[in-house]
C-alpha cells in the first residue's frame, strides 16, 4: 500500500494537462486566488455554533442511521469497521481503528475535514448542465460503491444550507468522464458518449443542508489525483422543470461556488488495486503532485472526505461525509463544456474547458445548439 507521510513543505508540483486544452497549472492559479477571495471561515470555527443549535447531534445521528442502513442493505454484520483517523492536515489518514457500532457515535461520526468551495473559474473541465435530479449516479458502470453525505454550511452565518442544488460528477473507474467527446477522455472516436450520464446528477438539500449521493469510488487519470466535482446552485433561485426532473438554466446556468473534493491516498492506493480500477493504463498521480488539491492545503482547508469502510472488503463500499463551505450570497454565471438536451448531448464550442472544439474561456457566445433542451420545457429554448 502506497502512504503518503506528509504533504508538509511541498511547493507546487507541474504536471501533465490532465485533458488536452485544459491547463492545469493555470487552473491552479485561478483557484489560489479565488479561494484568498474568500471568507476564511471553515467547520471548525462554526463546530461552537453548530453544537449549539443541534445541527452536530443530528449529523451524528444522520451518520449512524446511514451507515447501519446501507450495511443491512448489503447483508454485512459485525462489528469490524475501519475509519479515518483525523490526524493532522496534511498527512495520511488512514487508520488502524476497528470500530463497534456500539461505541459512542460521536466517536466515528463527528465532523472533522471541511472543503471550500472555490469562485466557478475553476470549475475544471467537463461540467454538464441539464443533468438529472437524482440520487443514485451508477447507470451500468463498476466500481467500489461510494455513498456520500455532503452537508452545506454558510460561511458568513454558520447555518446550514438549505434548498440549494449541488451538482456532482466525476470520472469511472478507468478514468473517463459520461457527456463529453474529447481527445484524452476515453475514445474519442465514440461519439455517443456524448449523449452519456453515468456518474453525475443533482440533489436539493434539506432543511439542515444535506444531500447524499450513492455513486462509485472515482478512478484517475493522467495529471490529476482522484477527486469529484461539486457545484452549488444559488439559494432560493432554482426552479425544477417537472416534466423532465432538471433544473432550469440549461444555457443560463450559475453557481454559488464550485471545487473538488478528495481522498486519502491510502484509500485510494486500496481501491486501485482491484478491479476494473487496476487495469486503468493512464498514469495515476498522487495527492502529493496535484497542484490544485495544495491550494486547498495551502489555504488550510481540508478537502478530504470522513469516510469508514462498509465492511472487511473495499469491495464492500465506503461511506463518506463531507462539510462544505460556500458563501450562499454569490452567484456567478457558468460555462458549460456540454449541455443535455431532450435530443441527446451537445458540445459546447466555446467552453474551452477541454471539451470537443473548445475555443477558449468566457461566455457562451456564438449560436444555442439545436435541439430541445432538458433544461426548458418543450417549445420554450432560450432567446
Known amino acids: 500500500m502506497v502512504r503518503v507521510s506528509t504533504l508538509v513543505g511541498l511547493g507546487l508540483v507541474a504536471v501533465a494537462s490532465a485533458h488536452p486544452g485544459h491547463d492545469v497549472k493555470a487552473e491552479a492559479a485561478e483557484r489560489a486566488t479565488a479561494l484568498k477571495s474568500i471568507r476564511a471561515r471553515g467547520v471548525e470555527q462554526c463546530s461552537a455554533q453548530l453544537a449549539a443549535r443541534g445541527v452536530e447531534a443530528s449529523n451524528i445521528a444522520r451518520r449512524e442511521q446511514t451507515l447501519k442502513k446501507l450495511r443491512k442493505a448489503r447483508g454485512i454484520d459485525g462489528p469490524l469497521l475501519k475509519a479515518r483517523d483525523l490526524t493532522p492536515l496534511n498527512e495520511t489518514h488512514e487508520s488502524d481503528l476497528v470500530v463497534d457500532l456500539a461505541v459512542d457515535p460521536e466517536v466515528l461520526f463527528s465532523s472533522g475535514g471541511s472543503c471550500v468551495l472555490a469562485e466557478d473559474v475553476t470549475q475544471g473541465p467537463y461540467y454538464v448542465t441539464g443533468e438529472l435530479i437524482r440520487n443514485n449516479l451508477v447507470e451500468d458502470q463498476e466500481g467500489v460503491p461510494l455513498y456520500l453525505d455532503i452537508q452545506l454550511i454558510d460561511s458568513n452565518t454558520c447555518n446550514p444550507v438549505p434548498d440549494v442544488y449541488i451538482d456532482f460528477w466525476h470520472c469511472n473507474s478507468t478514468g473517463v468522464y459520461s457527456g463529453v467527446v474529447a481527445s484524452g477522455n476515453g475514445d474519442s472516436s465514440d461519439e455517443s458518449n456524448l449523449d452519456s450520464t453515468f456518474l453525475r446528477g443533482l440533489q436539493r438539500t434539506d432543511t439542515l443542508g444535506v444531500a447524499s449521493f450513492h455513486s462509485l469510488f472515482p478512478g484517475h487519470y493522467t495529471g490529476r489525483a482522484t477527486h469529484i ?38 484509500l485510494i492506493s486500496t481501491v486501485e488495486a482491484v478491479e476494473p480500477y487496476a487495469s486503468n493504463t493512464q498514469e495515476l498521480t498522487l495527492n502529493a503532485d496535484d497542484s490544485i488539491l495544495l491550494q486547498e492545503l495551502n489555504s488550510d482547508i481540508d478537502p478530504f472526505v470522513e469516510y ?39 458540445e459546447n464550442e466555446n467552453s474551452g474547458m477541454g471539451g470537443p472544439g473548445g475555443s477558449g474561456p468566457g461566455g457562451l457566445g456564438g449560436e444555442v445548439p439545436s435541439g430541445v433542451p432538458s433544461g426548458f420545457p418543450t417549445g420554450a429554448p432560450p432567446s
Not at 454569490?330 to 441527446?344: I, K
Request: no cysteine; aromatic share 8%.
Open 308 to 346: 469508514v469502510l462498509l465492511g472487511d472488503s473495499i469491495q464492500d463500499g465506503v461511506f463518506a461525509w463531507v462539510s462544505v463551505v460556500i458563501d450562499s450570497s454569490v452567484s456567478t454565471d457558468v460555462t458549460p463544456a456540454a449541455y443535455l438536451t431532450e435530443d441527446g448531448g451537445v
Open 229 to 266: 466535482h461539486v457545484l452549488s446552485h444559488p439559494a432560493n433561485s432554482t426552479n425544477v422543470n417537472r416534466n423532465n426532473n432538471t433544473i432550469t438554466g440549461l444555457y443560463t446556468s450559475s453557481s454559488s461556488h464550485v471545487g473538488q473534493i478528495f481522498f486519502d491516498q491510502d
